[in-house]
C-alpha cells in the first residue's frame, strides 16, 4: 500500500502543499493545494499533474508529451524507425510503430471556412496533400501528410 506523500512548497509568495497520491491504474498524481492535504478531498486542489501508468494493452497513447511537444502521431527522434509513446507523458515506455498504430486522417474536417471530405493541398506551401487529425482543424491545427 502507498503512503500519501506531502510536502510545502513556497511558490510565487505563496505556500502550497504538494503531495502525491495513488489513483486507480497505478497512476500517481500529483496534486497541490493551498493549504495542509488533510482538510481537502481528492476533488480540491488547485492543480493537477499526472504521472500516468503503461498502456495495458500495449497500444500507442496518442495524444503523447515527450520533451515539449504534444504529437498526435507516430515520431522519428534518434531512431530509425517512427515509434510511440506507451503512456501520455513519455516515461521511457515505447514501442516501433505498426501500420495499424499510425494516425488516421478524420473525415470530414473544417478548416478555414470549409469543410473537406478528403485530403487537400489548401493552405500548403508546396502543394502538398494533407489532412486534419481531428474534425475541427481550425481549433487543434493538428494534420498529417497524406500517402
Known amino acids: ?3 500519501d506523500l506531502a510536502l510545502s512548497l ?3 509568495g505563496s505556500l502550497l502543499w504538494l503531495g502525491f497520491q495513488p489513483w486507480p491504474g ?3 498524481m500529483l496534486w497541490a493545494w493551498p493549504t495542509p492535504p488533510s482538510k481537502f478531498s481528492r476533488r480540491g486542489p488547485l492543480a493537477l499533474l499526472s504521472r500516468d501508468s503503461v498502456s495495458s494493452d500495449g497500444k500507442c497513447v496518442f495524444p503523447f508529451y515527450y ?15 517512427k515509434w ?37 493541398s489548401d493552405g500548403d ?4 496533400m494533407w489532412c486534419s487529425l481531428t474534425q475541427n482543424y481550425n481549433k487543434d ?7
Open 1 to 3: 500500500r502507498h503512503k
Open 10 to 12: 513556497l511558490w510565487l
Open 26 to 28: 497505478n497512476v500517481r
Open 67 to 81: 520533451r515539449d511537444g504534444l504529437f498526435h502521431d507516430c515520431v522519428k527522434f534518434k531512431a530509425k524507425h
Open 84 to 120: 510511440c509513446s506507451l503512456n501520455g507523458t513519455y516515461r521511457g515506455y515505447w514501442k516501433y510503430c505498426s501500420e495499424e498504430d499510425f494516425a488516421r486522417c478524420v473525415f470530414p474536417f473544417w478548416y478555414r471556412h470549409l469543410i473537406y471530405w478528403e485530403c487537400t
Open 125 to 128: 506551401a508546396f502543394g502538398k
Open 141 to 147: 491545427k493538428v494534420w498529417k501528410y497524406c500517402d
